[in-house]
Structure formats: C-alpha cells, structure tokens
Nanobody, 127 residues
Framework: QVQLVESGGGSVQAGGSLRLSCTAS?????????????MAWFRQAPGKEREFVAG???????LYIERVKGRFTVSRENAKNTVYLQMNSLKPEDTSLYYC????????????????WGQGTQVTVSS
C-alpha cells in the first residue's frame, strides 16, 4: 500500500517562501519504481473544493495552474522517493491544506485520477 507523507508546511508572511516535501513508501501507484509515478500537489481551503496546484510526470514534464506559474516549482528526487513544491512569493490566497497525490505515469489535473493521497500539510500566509 502506497503511503505518502507531506512535510514543510507552516505560517509565513505574504511574500515569503516555503518548501513542501512528500515522501512515498510501501509501494508505487504504477507498480514499478517511484520514478514511474506521476506526483501531484493539490490544496483545499475551508469550504472550497480540492484543487490541483502542480504536478510532475514520470518523464519530468511539469504542469501548473495559472495562478502559481512563476511562483511555485515542482520537482522530484527519485533516489529519495520524494517530490517537492517550492513556493515563493506566497500570497494570503495560497493559504490551504496541501496534499500530495500519486498516480501512474502522467500527471493530470483531475483529483479523481489519483488513487493515493497523503494526509496534508497546512500552509498559512498572513498579510
């Protein structure tokens, strides 16, 4: 069973930075190695739908929502079974619970395509 554990959340002021990490263990979504999985970051604010933020496919192709382009960077370190989300120039509207998710091969934006999820890490940005 794939287990995903996020870390790195916290409270920062607007304009600050945080780096989230998500480490996988116990297996992979693809049935191969971690490098064969697509890894994504979603976020959910209170009273709102969970939304796709960024993701990276098995071939290192990345995908971002427009609102975070130029501010957030997703990357992966396959030797550590870890995916990162570097968040710069944070805004109060980035405040959310951030989740890591895994699926085979290609990252997509639809949350229902991801069978494996972490428990989330809270990011709070104050103005």
């Amino acid at each position: 069973q794939v287990q995903l554990v996020e870390s790195g959340g916290g409270s920062v002021q607007a304009g600050g930075s945080l780096r989230l990490s998500c480490t996988a263990s116990g297996g992979t979504a693809s049935g191969g190695t971690f490098s064969d999985d697509a890894m994504a970051w979603f976020r959910q604010a209170p009273g709102k739908e969970r939304e796709f933020v960024a993701g990276i496919s098995s071939g290192d192709t990345t995908l971002y929502i427009e609102r975070v382009k130029g501010r957030f960077t997703v990357s992966r370190e396959n030797a550590k079974n870890t995916v990162y989300l570097q968040m710069n120039s944070l805004k109060p509207e980035d405040t959310s619970l951030y989740y890591c998710a895994a699926r085979p091969s290609v990252v997509v934006a639809g949350k229902n395509a991801y069978p494996y999820w972490g428990q989330g890490t809270q990011v709070t940005v104050s103005s």
